[in-house]
């Protein structure tokens, strides 16, 4: 009876075991960027696989260069790229996503082979005291962002990294949620907060000389370029190539990021949020790169506008109108 209860036990752990590593989100790279392998189990879709890994179905298709009419097979293996929608190497909570290390890797080469992640978030997370590594250990790479898989947080505050400041004076960010336009009383903030800053900016150069009053939205971004998720558009169009581009009516809202870090976001309805579109101004065909924040439908706001850009976006475009204006989008 004893020997039948032990093997019961062996046979329970064994299982649970396997499962466990089932479960383990290995990373892989390809010249596409990072992805993980997924072996198709019955009855899961392009949309089950999609709410899992909180990618849309049609990226995952185009990724793998399927026809979605045709379905998936059972045992069918299925790349899963890592993305800014569903995959984060800032913060520490999250369904870990591990790297197996090859042999004579260090932390740096660790580092390199993942989209260069910080050798002091790779510490944190692993909690390494030393960047020697064993063959076949594996490290947290960052973290899937799934509401369908099991989160975790790994102890200790997360890293967080300098940023050089070029202003005088440091500006709290404000904050813009994915599915809400700005209030009147987040504007009312907003303005307050810039009205305060400024008067400080021209009070101190008043000392040396008289300038002109500073204004609004017709400041230009201090980082010069399309803006910082140019480099994102280019990883995401070998993922799903360019196949819409509209002429829109677009008005602004008004966060502050975006002058000194070239950080451009948008509203936009019916669009995966995360995905990265191109805006020009047909005006003069200055094109800058904006990542969607979430939808526009149901605020009374938004009614007469297919999109809103922020108001960094709009000064890099050389936008002066504040109401309504054309803007050509491509994505």
């Known amino acids: 009876m004893k020997n039948i209860f032990g093997l019961i036990l062996i046979l329970l752990f064994s299982s649970a075991s396997l499962l466990a590593q089932k479960n383990e989100l290995l990373v892989k790279s390809s010249e596409n960027g990072l992805y993980l392998d997924h072996k198709v189990a019955p009855k899961e879709s392009y949309?089950?696989?999609?709410?899992?890994?909180?990618?849309?179905p049609k990226t995952l298709a185009a990724f793998?260069?399927?026809?979605m009419n045709k379905g998936l097979n059972i045992d069918q293996k299925i790349r899963i790229p890592l993305t800014d929608t569903n995959f984060t190497q800032n913060g520490n909570s999250g369904t870990p996503v591990l790297y197996r290390v090859g042999e004579n890797e260090?932390?740096?080469t660790v580092s390199k082979k993942n989209n260069n992640v910080t050798l002091a978030k790779l510490r944190q997370w692993n909690g390494l005291s030393s960047d020697q590594l064993k063959k076949d250990a594996k490290l947290i790479i960052g973290f899937l962002i799934s509401k369908e898989m099991k989160a975790v947080t790994i102890a200790g505050a997360p890293v967080k990294e300098e940023v050089p400041v070029i202003t005088a004076e440091k500006k709290e960010p404000v904050v813009v949620t994915a599915t809400e336009d700005i209030t009147k009383k987040e504007e009312k903030k907003i303005a307050e907060a810039e009205e305060k800053s400024e008067k400080k900016e021209v009070k101190k150069e008043e000392k040396k000389e008289t300038i002109p009053p500073v204004v609004k939205d017709?400041?230009?971004?201090?980082?010069?370029?399309q803006g910082y998720f140019k480099t994102h558009f280019e990883q995401q169009v070998k993922v799903m190539p360019v196949s819409k581009e509209e002429t829109v009516t677009s008005g602004i809202f008004k966060p502050t990021s975006g002058w000194e870090d070239a950080k451009y976001y948008?509203?936009?309805?019916?669009?995966?949020?995360?995905?990265?579109?191109k805006l020009i101004n047909p005006?003069?065909?200055?094109?800058?790169?904006?990542?969607?924040?979430?939808?526009m439908a149901g605020i009374r706001q938004?009614?007469?506008?297919?999109?809103?850009?922020?108001?960094a976006a709009a000064a890099a475009l050389e936008i002066t109108e504040q109401d309504k204006f054309i803007i050509k989008t491509q994505y």
């Open 218 to 225: 017709i400041r230009k971004p201090s980082i010069e370029g």
């Open 266 to 277: 948008l509203l936009m309805d019916k669009v995966q949020p995360g995905t990265i579109i």
């Open 283 to 295: 005006s003069n065909n200055k094109a800058v790169f904006a990542k969607v924040l979430g939808e």
């Open 302 to 311: 938004n009614q007469g506008y297919n999109i809103r850009i922020s108001n």
């Open 64 to 67: 793998n260069k399927l026809d």
């Open 47 to 56: 949309y089950s696989l999609g709410r899992l890994y909180n990618l849309h």
């Open 106 to 108: 260090g932390l740096l």
